[in-house]
């Protein structure tokens, strides 16, 4: 009998999730298997929206950024009494054998639980930019995040330089600073700003300082979104929190250029990155690695065993459960932080 399998893509887009239903339904098609897209992540579910999967070019289409499927921020355990029966309803009405969850950590926790509350046959995948996802070394799409944050970080340079300026760039990453973490190491920023490690002004003004006493004509401060900002021991970072029960971002490397400039008197201008990370054609390493993971969560269904979530640990691609990729947030290990501590410390620390 051929197997049913429905497969989306749910949360903030990232690059490779093409080139990951690629690698999926290559190998499910050379199965016999039918492959139906969810439109829209879970919403798709909820509302029964789909879109064949059986006659795409997916050669071409792994290149692309973007999802072909669409993506939401959209979750049935938000107003579970409704939306769940709702998505149980859809799995039963297309007779599936099988569910695709392609997402980050809201994504991948709707599926742990249907699957645990609900006996659903879920299968994850890890993607999101700001790499904050357990159980896996990487998710797919970060490291094209971390080339556009580097490159753009590059570029600033000779500007700052020409004007002896402070340029400022903030990074995506609420909660978690690996973006601006391995791009501004890798572009040799002066100072990178964390949520990991809370920023003192005054501490990051006085090493800034002492550098442009040095002889230095510019700087790059990598600041991520989520970054926590202190001033005379108040934090200027926001409290607020967005619909989704997340602390609002934003705006924080214009404060610190604002700041920046007023304590100095060193000119100061700041870029926000934005959604510039997640858009474009994914890095090839992006490519071939969510083609490596999608062909694993194939492997996965097609052996019937459900729960379990394709991941990479030691550059293998392997299989881990799903809960345990949704049981914490990821941040910057304390190895990673100790290793580049000279970045994280702004130039000349106390
Ligand atoms: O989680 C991925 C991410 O890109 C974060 O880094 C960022 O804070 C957020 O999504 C932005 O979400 P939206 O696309 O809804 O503005």
């Known amino acids: 009998m051929t197997v049913r399998v429905g497969v989306l893509t749910g949360g903030g887009d990232a690059p490779g999730l093409n080139a990951a239903i690629c690698g999926l339904a290559r190998r499910l098609l050379a199965a016999n298997a039918e492959l139906i897209g969810f439109v829209?992540?879970?919403?798709?579910?909820?509302?029964?929206?789909?879109?064949?999967?059986?006659?795409?070019?997916?050669?071409?289409?792994?290149?692309?950024?973007?999802?072909l499927l669409g993506s939401s921020g959209d979750n049935p355990y938000r107003d579970p009494a409704t939306s769940v029966p709702k998505v149980l309803?859809?799995?039963?009405?297309?007779?599936?054998?099988?569910?695709?969850t392609i997402g980050g950590e809201g994504t991948l926790g709707a599926a742990d639980r249907l699957f645990r509350e609900h006996q659903v046959p879920v299968v994850g995948m890890p993607?999101?930019?700001?790499?904050?996802?357990?159980?896996?070394?990487?998710?797919?799409?970060?490291f094209s995040a971390v080339e556009v944050a580097t490159r753009a970080?590059?570029?600033?340079?000779?500007?700052?330089?020409?004007?002896?300026?402070?340029?400022?760039?903030?990074?995506?990453?609420?909660?978690?600073?690996?973006i601006t973490a391995y791009a501004g190491v890798a572009a040799g920023a002066e100072a990178v700003l964390v949520p990991e490690r809370p920023v003192q002004i005054e501490d990051l003004c006085q090493n800034l300082g002492?550098?442009?006493?040095?002889?230095?004509?510019?700087?790059?401060?990598a600041?991520?979104?989520?970054?926590?900002?202190?001033?005379?021991?108040?934090?200027?970072?926001?409290m607020e929190k967005d619909e989704f029960g997340e602390y609002k971002t934003g705006g924080a490397a214009?404060?610190?250029?604002?700041?920046?400039?007023a304590n100095l008197g060193w000119d100061a201008r700041h870029v926000v990155l934005g959604h510039l990370q997640r858009a474009g054609k994914p890095i090839a390493f992006d490519r071939i690695f969510a083609l490596r993971l999608g062909a694993r969560a194939a492997?996965?269904?097609?052996?019937?065993?459900?729960g379990y979530m394709a991941a990479m640990r030691a550059g293998e691609i392997v299989e881990v459960p799903l809960q345990a990729a949704v049981a914490a947030r990821k941040t910057l290990t304390g190895q990673f932080l100790d290793r580049y501590e000279s970045f994280f410390m702004p130039i000349g620390g106390p």
Do not use: P
């Open 40 to 67: 829209d992540g879970w919403r798709g579910l909820m509302e029964d929206r789909t879109r064949s999967l059986q006659h795409e070019n997916f050669q071409h289409l792994l290149v692309y950024g973007g999802t």
């Open 89 to 100: 309803a859809t799995l039963q009405r297309h007779r599936l054998d099988a569910l695709v």
């Open 127 to 142: 993607k999101t930019i700001d790499n904050d996802l357990e159980a896996t070394d990487f998710t797919f799409g970060f």
């Open 153 to 178: 970080m590059d570029d600033l340079r000779s500007t700052a330089d020409s004007h002896s300026r402070v340029m400022v760039v903030e990074c995506m990453g609420r909660h978690a600073g690996w």
């Open 210 to 221: 002492r550098l442009r006493q040095s002889g230095a004509r510019s700087a790059i401060v």
């Open 223 to 238: 600041v991520a979104e989520g970054a926590r900002l202190f001033e005379g021991g108040n934090c200027l970072s926001s």
């Open 254 to 261: 214009a404060t610190l250029a604002r700041r920046i400039q």
């Open 299 to 306: 492997r996965l269904v097609l052996e019937r065993r459900f």
